[in-house]
């Protein structure tokens, strides 16, 4: 599934090709894929002009004018191409915008999967599945404070605590696995058994981590390309995603991989020890 850094990467390259257009039709090959009415799905954004994209956690927002957003998320194979033609390019492509220009956005997801829903302008924080979505880590709101507190809540394992979302968004298992390997947090330590220092490292890691992934366009593992076609680079500059076996470049031990809440999770057993005795830090 693409995770904050194949969104925002997306975001920017479809900026780039279809801000200020205005759509002209929409063609629904698929209705699932639209959450409510596909007819008025359709109608209500006939005649609309796209002002820009904006981001929130893993979804995209489409912002047109009269105050429409439409809500995408790409789930696990969800793609946009534009193109200069409103036929399918595949059988893969369920729903096609066709703008006044000529052009096409054409939206395309194998497992069909993605799902695309048009609210007022203002109210998309209200919608499930975005409403509850902690902070963005490249905002002010991330703040070292508030998720050493956040953390402390939870009982469950690090990485499943910043995998759901709450605490902070946008991190999936690629980059989970990453930032603790870089923080040299076990993947399976308590979230509430994290120490001030521990949750400032990870912190910082976060950020700079997604960051740099932006920067590189993203992780491409099987699917993942850009609105450009282009896949991401990041996937070359990865330190324990998918090594498992390999020798851990920082201490040399064998990095193992793990079942934990039925993901894969990969990570070195010496330099992310889990403590003998969790330490009470109350």
Partial sequence: MPELP?????????????????????????????????EVFVTALQGRKLLTIDRR??????RFDHDLTMISHLRMEGKYFVRQTTEPENKHVHVVFE??????????????????QLVQTGTEAQVSGIKALGPEPFSPDFKVD???????????AIKQVLLD?????????????EVLWLSQISPLLPANAITRAQAEVLHDNIIQELKMAVDHGGTTIRSYVDANGNTGQFQFDLH???????SCERCGTTIEKIKLGGRGTHFCPQCQPLPIEVPDHE
């Fill in 165 to 177: 979302q709450h605490v902070v968004t946008g991190l999936g298992n690629i980059y989970v696995d």
């Fill in 57 to 62: 956690g893993k979804y995209l927002l489409f």
């Fill in 146 to 156: 508030s998720f050493y507190t956040a953390l402390r809540r939870h009982h469950k």
């Fill in 99 to 116: 703008f006044t220009d000529g052009s096409a956005l054409q939206y395309q997801d194998v497992r069909k999967f993605g799902r695309m």
């Fill in 6 to 38: 194949e969104v925002e990467t997306v975001r920017r390259s479809l900026l780039g090709l279809i801000q200020n257009k205005t759509i002209k039709d929409i063609h629904v090959y698929y209705a699932k894929i639209i959450v409510g009415d596909p």
């Fill in 240 to 246: 324990v995603y998918g090594r498992q076996g390999q």
